[in-house]
């Protein structure tokens, strides 16, 4: 069973930065991609970004520029950078996984807010 744990999130003002990070339980041997979702008040989830198992990267249009996402050496952690947030960026992120199953973490709250 793989369980995914995420941190980083908090309330910042905008154009500040968090980093959120999200770290596999047990050794992924490197394998699936790891996408990012967020979860704004009363709107659909919608994936901002993604890794795959080549370290390609993609990205939302409204992020492009501002997120970065990158994987750990190891392959078990994916972390978000995020720069110059925006009061749109404010909500649940959450981390998962796609390999052998489809893992989701708990989700952090990032609010960006003056």
């Known amino acids: 069973q793989v369980h995914l744990v995420e941190s980083g999130g908090g309330l910042v003002q905008p154009g500040g930065s968090l980093r959120l990070s999200c770290v596999a339980s047990?050794?992924?041997?490197?394998?699936g991609e790891w996408p990012w979702h967020r979860q704004a008040p009363e709107k659909q989830r919608e994936r901002v970004?993604?890794?795959?198992?080549?370290?390609?990267?993609t990205y939302i249009g409204s992020v492009k520029g501002r997120f970065t996402i990158s994987r750990a050496n190891n392959g078990n952690a994916v972390y978000l950078q995020m720069d110059n947030l925006k009061p749109d960026d404010t909500g649940v992120y959450y981390c998962?996984?796609?390999?052998?199953?489809?893992?989701w973490g708990q989700g952090t709250q990032v609010t960006v807010s003056s």
């Open positions: 970004a993604l890794i795959d198992t080549d370290d390609t990267a």
């Open positions: 047990t050794d992924l041997r490197g394998i």
């Open positions: 998962n996984w796609i390999g052998a199953m489809h893992v």
